[in-house]
Every structure is written in structure tokens, then in C-alpha cells.
Nanobody, 123 residues
């Protein structure tokens, strides 16, 4: 059974930076397509970034390109989301999700989800 645990959410001022972590257990990252999603209050869930199996590609939502960087550490079986130049619009619960079956991070294909970590961007 794959388990995902997010951490790193916090209150940060606009323009600040934050790094989120998602620790995976049960399967090695190479077997997963794994992504970050977020859901702001009153809004639909949004895909933020995705690393495909074996890290062959990394994709980002247009809203975070150039500001967010997703990376992985296979030795720690952990993925990260480095978030820079944060804006109030980035306020959301951030979730890590993964699939063993598909090489895509479409939300409907993600079978495994973490419980989320709250990021609040406010002065």
C-alpha cells in the first residue's frame, strides 16, 4: 500500500518562499507518477505540478511556472515543491497524489492521496 505524507505548510508573507515535502512509503518513486495539487477555499482542486515515472519529465500549471519547482530525492523517497514569489492567490491546502497505473497526473487518475498541508500567503 502506498502512503503519502505532506509537510511544510505555513503562513508566509507575499513574495516569500516555502518548501513542501511529500514522503512516500510502500513503493519507490520510480514506479510512480506523482504530483502536487491544491484546493483554495471555495474553489475547485487544481493540478500544480507533476513528475512522471522515473523522473522522465516534470510539468507545471501555467499559474506557477517560473515560481514553483518540483524535485525528487529517490534516496529519501520524497518529492518537494519549492515555492518562490508566493502570492495571496497561492493560499490553499496542498496535496500530494500518485498513481502506479498511469504515467500522468490527471487528478481523476490519482489513486493515492495525502491528507494535505495548508499554505497561507498573507501579510
Amino acid at each position: 500500500q502506498l502512503q503519502l505524507v505532506e509537510s511544510g505548510g505555513d503562513l508566509v508573507q507575499p513574495g516569500g518562499s516555502l518548501r513542501l515535502s511529500c514522503a512516500a512509503s510502500g513503493f519507490a518513486l520510480d514506479y510512480l507518477a506523482i504530483g502536487w495539487f491544491r484546493q483554495a477555499p471555495g474553489k475547485e482542486r487544481e493540478g500544480v505540478s507533476c513528475i512522471s515515472r522515473r523522473g522522465s519529465s516534470t510539468n507545471y500549471a501555467d499559474s506557477v511556472k517560473g515560481r514553483f519547482t518540483m524535485s525528487s530525492d529517490n534516496a529519501k523517497n520524497t518529492v518537494y515543491l519549492q515555492m518562490n514569489s508566493l502570492e495571496p492567490e497561492d493560499t490553499a491546502v496542498y496535496y500530494c497524489a500518485a498513481t502506479l497505473t498511469f504515467n500522468s497526473c490527471s487528478a481523476s487518475l490519482m489513486r493515492y492521496w495525502g491528507k494535505g498541508t495548508l499554505v497561507t500567503v498573507s501579510s
